[in-house]
């Protein structure tokens, strides 16, 4: 199908379209600041609760067995039940988690509220991408898309400077603060208070027009088309979306099957641009970070500061991303982007090779850098950031939600979603064994996963600049080389 209601009326861009986009990517402020508040509690925990390192990372990774479980069954609900009403279930796991891990009495309960916060997580990482590129202007959906990583940045920013400001106040993470409460406590509960907002948002949020139509609500999605969206053409554009649904009867996971491997080509890209986006050791820099820097010599209040500027690096350049998405394109972005991911974990990986064991005066073991090697591993640590946090972190997301067809897009989103929470998963679990080998050695793995990016991008990946969303093939009914359009 060729024809878009840009090249029948004129798409109007308005305030209300942004209001809702910024309140749907609230959802991502919370998945950032629910997988990133451990990061100032994790050494706190190791010591309260006695754990081992295999241990301690699973109560950091555990959290993201949740994301997949909620990811995978995010997405048909949704189309059973709507968008909103995920959001909504997701507000509440979200708050339930940040009580109940702010007053877990072991790490087995934290653990499992940890999880429950992940299943809030995985649902909002599925529902957001796809409820804001459905209410989103096709010119202009990259940048609302673009939101939802920034949303997810800043939620990373937030959780860190809480962190931050908590252990400064009460003296340390394990140090008490207010009731009694030791710090490392209210870092999970100050989540509360953006779940809440985020609950009280979503009861006020459009339905999708798109799921709208899908159920035969045509008055409802004419009206959000036209209020929020900004069609002119209504009942043009109200005929596209009826035609891209044409075949479908009950969305399920069935949908997404195919000849290649047993799934659509469409769904495999998503499934890999998710993995690649992980593999490449983003959240070691997140959820390791201030264990990380203090092992190369920064106390614990200079390694917070150092995370919190990286997380603050991750906001600007996420900025930059939105800004040229749909003027540069997706492709070309993340070629850019694995290229320089590739150079600046590399360095890392020469930089640690540089490093020697320490042994503390009560036994423990890490190693530290001498100058100007650690220097170096700061600048590239950070330079990493750059690349990721302007172009695969909020690009991966944009693609996710608007390269599936409509029939399968909240399916196909939830495996891709679930995918990446499970390669999340395997990359912050094995980090504390690979980092037991050597720095060198994982930062070196995930250079090569950096490489491997870049050749799949540049094979499998499709340019989705400026298409409206009834457009999209789901690879089966496509013969056209990768790239085109």
């Known amino acids: ?73 995010a997405g048909p609900l949704a189309n059973r039940r709507g968008r909103v009403p995920v959001m909504i279930v997701a507000a509440v796991l979200f708050l339930a988690s940040a009580i109940g891990s702010g007053l877990a009495f072991g790490v087995w309960d934290l653990i499992v509220w940890r999880v429950v916060g992940g299943l809030g997580v995985g649902a909002a990482s599925v529902i957001a991408p796809a409820y804001i590129a459905e209410v989103s202007p096709a010119h202009v959906r990259g940048r609302l898309g673009s939101l939802q990583q920034m949303a997810i940045v800043l939620g990373i920013f937030a959780a860190l400077l809480s962190d931050a400001l908590f252990a400064g106040v009460a003296g340390g993470a394990s140090a008490p603060l207010w009731l009694g409460l030791e710090a490392w406590r209210w870092m999970f509960m100050a989540e509360a208070l953006p779940a ?51 075949f479908e009867k009950q969305a399920s996971l069935a949908d997404l099957r195919g000849r290649a491997l047993g799934l659509k080509p469409v769904v495999w890209t998503g499934i890999l641009l998710s993995v690649f986006q992980q593999a490449v050791g983003i959240n070691v820099i997140f959820y390791y970070s201030t264990t990380l820097w ?104 944009v693609l996710l939600g608007e390269m599936f067809p409509n029939r399968i897009r ?53 340019e989705t600049k400026g298409r409206e969303l009834e457009e999209m093939l789901d690879g089966d009914e496509s013969k056209a080389p990768v790239g085109a359009h």
């Open 196 to 246: 809440v907002i985020y609950g009280v948002f979503s009861l006020r949020l459009p339905e999708s027009p798109r799921f709208l139509v899908a159920r035969g609500r045509l008055d409802e999605a004419a009206q959000v088309l036209h209020d929020f969206t900004g069609v002119d053409r209504v009942n043009l554009m109200i005929e596209q979306i009826r035609h891209s649904l044409d």
């Open 1 to 73: 199908m060729t024809s878009t209601v840009s090249q029948h009326g004129s798409d109007r861009f308005n305030a209300r379209v942004i209001g809702i986009t910024i309140a749907a990517a609230l959802g991502g402020f919370l998945f950032g600041f629910d997988t990133s508040v451990i990061n100032g509690a994790v050494d706190a925990l190791a010591a309260e609760f006695s754990l081992g390192p295999a241990l301690t990372g699973f109560a950091v990774s555990s959290a993201l067995l949740g994301c997949a479980l909620g990811a995978w069954f």
């Open 294 to 397: 203090r092992s190369v010599g920064f106390g614990e209040s200079d390694a917070l500061t150092v995370t919190v500027i990286t997380s603050v690096t991750n906001i600007v350049v996420t900025i930059v991303a939105i800004a040229l998405v749909d003027k540069v394109g997706r492709r070309p972005m993340l070629l850019a982007g694995s290229a320089g991911m590739a150079v600046s974990l590399g360095t890392m990986a020469l930089a640690f090779s540089h490093a020697v064991p320490v042994v503390a005066a009560d036994g423990t073991e890490s190693v530290a850098l001498a100058a100007p090697w650690s220097t170096i591993a700061l600048v590239a640590a950070n330079a990493f950031v750059v690349f990721f946090g302007a172009t695969w972190g909020p690009l991966v997301w």
């Open 410 to 462: 909240a399916g196909a989103l939830a495996v891709a979603a679930a995918a990446q929470w499970v390669a999340n998963f395997v990359v912050s679990t094995t980090f504390p064994g690979l980092a037991a080998l050597g720095l060198t050695f994982a930062y070196g793995l995930y250079a090569v996963m950096a490489l491997l990016s870049f050749v799949f991008v540049w094979r499998f990946v499709r």
